[in-house]
């Protein structure tokens, strides 16, 4: 095989070491748009026989040169990106500023900075830079190692009937969840962040956060011709410049019955957005997270720590957790202890940090790591016999589980060729492969899809009326973890308040179905009611943390979920009206409907959300696994008594930098782990007052003291230049705390889309 040597990139499909040489046909006269050939017709490798000898010696020839040059180039980059990772012999004993995490926020953070070279920057990361060439290949978006992941497993999730979810997603590879993901661009809709905002600052609403989005990211247009056939719209106002470091990008190929999937969803009723990236709600086109000039996965490592890897004042440590921050005796942060992955107490390291921690770890391992700090609820720190630092219950509590289910129909009439092709078509899978070789075009060039729908309560459920008045009728506190405390719950009704309203309305979409002419869809749940956990194993605080996604805790969970089946259900997808979907019954691998299955022609009721909470039981593990970041299955939200610029960590020389700054649910599944959403903009804001300048020096903490702990003159000027209107400092750190905690529900920290970050 050619795995090794990196050829596989090039020809991705090889069985054997003869398996893709090209016919001269094929890798010299191929066009992009190329059909494909049909059944009967002479194969391009008979083709290539008839030519005279002198032309297949030149045609062989031509090709060594070309998997030379594939094989020689491709890993070379990746490899030399290897080389910067240091060992801890290398490490220095103090640096200016450590991060904890190098996923998608961290190595933001890291690039931001690194960029005066007069500071020291150590990124500790727990995973190692991925060296393999295939994980930058739009296929890694539905395939990558086992090895990529943290192999955690939540606690028994008694809504579906005690399944165990594992792994749990959480990435344990340099570039964190961009590098395992299903690469699909997407934001919430507006109405999302304003909701954030309201719960925690103005800063984050839609307004303040849209030039950090296009900050990030800049979008190549699709084919004139692509855009034509499929209708694929978009608007390039709501993306950066060419400079942005996150390229968007739509692929050369989409499969026919893409149309009638999107005609189904219009039958029903669902408007059609312009730009799903200026309004999320609705059925629209997103571009996929690829270059377009080289088709290759677009991320925190190839657009913040590829372009600065030399930067000799930036340091990245692999292969190491974090086990702690250390503080003093006024509690501020003074370094973090530092241990291999796989080694024992003697690898244990400690490492000084002169102007700021920050901890962009993910949602699994921050909060986890502020707990083994002393950082957290008091009772859980005490009974695994740690120091109490600070008593902040919120900390790993508002766990909110995005999860999903696979839904499958069957058409009446076959629309051909479709994604099953490559598996049952060996012409087509083979014209896919020499095209893609050829120049990186067509089938190959998908990921998981670029059209999707994002349906509001009101069309998904002819009762939604009946339903917010259930929602609004609870106790809050019946459908909780025991562990939350009267601040937490109030938190919670803040955050019911907005969800009523917003499932009243046509602004937020509770059910996010992507397809892509495969016959099925993995639908996913949006803005979920039921909160679990992370919390620390107070008998092993070093062991990985114990996960309760407490999931369909709350019963309003699972009605939403049987409302999704039943309008998707009833949908239409028509072909000379021939095709049609199966109404609710689960079809088998070779499409057939299963023995036994309920139609639901209408809304049963109780049967149907038993059925759902079966086939949730059946379908949810594996679709974790298998889409991955695409559907990012959880989301954190660490309700840490912050405000917008995480003042009193601040006071501390601790920063909080990933997902889980935010304590509204704003952002889909793909949104998150791709690089250009939620961690990559939370950690470009983080340092966007100016590079590392925004950190508080000694100076400006002893002014901070003075000043009863508001940051004095310091906070003024970030309060201006974040728009939020007025200071909200002069409070010491505990009057803070009860302020952004207390019965007005306003947490400011909290939420991580499945950021595998690292580093602990």
Not at 158 to 173: E, F, I
Not at 358 to 376: C, D, E, K, N, Y
Not at 658 to 682: F, H, K, P, Q, Y
Request: neutral net charge.
């Amino acid at each position: 095989m050619l795995r090794k040597d990196g050829c596989h990139r090039k020809i991705p499909m090889l069985r054997d070491d003869t398996d893709g040489l090209l016919s001269v046909h094929d890798l010299l006269l191929m066009t992009p748009h190329e059909d494909p050939p049909q059944h009967g017709k002479q194969p391009a490798l008979e083709t290539w026989l008839a030519m005279t000898s002198s032309l297949r010696l030149l045609a062989n020839f031509v090709q060594l040169l070309a998997l030379i040059c594939v094989c020689a180039a491709y890993p070379a980059d990746l490899m030399d990106l290897h080389k910067r990772e240091i060992t801890m012999r290398q490490a220095s004993e103090t640096y200016d500023y450590v991060v904890v995490g190098g996923g998608q926020a961290g190595l933001v953070v890291a690039n931001r900075l690194s960029e005066d070279p007069k500071k020291t920057v150590l990124v500790v990361e727990y995973g190692y830079i991925e060296t393999n060439p295939a994980q930058e290949e739009p296929s890694s978006a539905t395939s990558w190692s086992p090895r990529l992941l943290y192999n955690v497993t939540s606690v028994p999730l008694p809504g579906l009937n005690n399944l165990q979810n594992g792994p749990v997603y959480a990435a344990a590879v340099v570039g964190g969840g961009s590098t395992v993901n299903g690469m699909m661009s997407e934001r919430g809709a507006p109405e999302n962040y304003d909701n954030w905002a309201k719960l925690s600052d103005e800063g984050w609403s839609w307004k303040g956060i849209l030039p950090y989005f296009k900050k990030a990211t800049h979008l190549a247009p699709p084919a004139a011709e692509v855009a034509q056939e499929y209708n694929i719209t978009y608007d390039l106002a709501a993306y950066g410049q060419s400079t942005s470091p996150i390229e968007v990008s739509y692929p050369s190929f989409q499969y026919p019955g893409i149309k009638n999937e999107v005609n189904g969803l219009l039958q029903l009723g669902v408007p059609k957005q312009k730009e799903g990236a200026f309004n999320a709600v609705g059925l629209f086109w997103f571009p996929g997270l690829l270059t377009a000039s080289g088709i290759t996965r677009s991320y925190a490592v190839s657009g913040y720590f590829r372009p600065v890897a030399d930067r000799k004042n930036l340091h990245l440590l692999t292969g190491h957790r974090v086990n702690e921050v250390l503080f003093d005796k006024t509690k501020r942060a003074t370094g973090v202890t530092i241990q291999t992955r796989d080694g024992g107490a003697e690898t244990i390291t400690t490492v000084k940090a002169k102007r700021e921690i920050v901890l962009s770890a993910g949602f699994l391992h921050t909060p986890q790591i502020l707990q083994r700090s002393g950082v957290g609820p008091a009772d859980l720190l005490k009974a695994a016999g740690i120091p109490v630092v600070a008593d902040l219950p919120g900390v790993g509590a508002n766990l909110q589980d995005h999860s999903g289910f696979a839904h499958n129909w069957r058409f009446d009439t076959d629309v051909t060729p479709n994604p099953n092709s490559m598996f049952t078509d060996t012409a087509f899978a083979q014209w896919a492969n020499d095209l893609w070789a050829a120049n990186r075009t067509g089938p190959r060039s998908l990921t998981v899809g670029n059209v999707g729908a994002w349906l509001p309560l009101p069309i998904i459920a002819p009762d939604y009326k009946d339903i917010v008045a259930t929602l609004k009728a609870q106790d809050p506190k019946s459908h909780l973890p025991k562990t939350y405390d009267a601040t937490l719950i109030a938190g919670y009704k803040a955050q019911l308040a907005l969800l009523a309203k917003a499932y009243s309305g046509h602004g937020t979409g509770v059910l996010e179905l992507p397809f892509n002419a495969r016959g099925s869809a993995i639908m996913a749940l949006e803005h979920p009611l039921s909160r679990g956990t992370i919390r620390l194993n107070t008998t092993h605080k070093y062991a990985e943390p114990i996960v309760d996604f407490n999931t369909f805790s709350n019963p309003v969970d699972p009605l939403i979920v049987a409302r999704s089946w039943h309008c998707v259900g009833i949908a239409r997808v028509d072909l000379e009206n021939e095709i049609r979907v199966q109404r609710f019954r689960r079809v088998d691998s070779n499409g057939q409907c299963v023995a036994g299955e309920s139609d639901h022609e209408a809304d049963e009721g109780a049967e149907l959300l038993r059925w759902s909470r079966k086939a949730e039981r059946r379908q949810l593990v594996c679709f974790r696994r298998f889409s991955n970041a695409m559907v990012l299955p959880s989301v954190l939200k660490r309700l840490l008594c912050v405000t917008f610029r995480l003042n009193m960590l601040l006071t501390f020389r601790l920063d909080v930098s990933d997902g889980s700054l935010a304590t509204w649910r704003s952002v889909r599944r793909g949104s998150v782990v791709c690089a250009v959403r939620d961690e990559m903009v939370v950690g470009g804001e983080l340092v966007d007052l100016g590079g590392s300048e925004h950190i508080a020096d000694e100076g400006e903490e002893e002014e901070s003291r003075r000043d009863g702990g508001g940051g004095g003159e310091r906070h003024k000027r970030i309060s201006a230049q974040l728009r939020r209107g007025k200071d909200r400092g002069n409070h010491d750190s505990s009057t803070r705390c009860d302020l952004y905690r207390g019965s007005s529900g306003r947490f400011g920290v909290g939420t991580c889309d499945g950021d595998g970050g690292g580093g602990a």
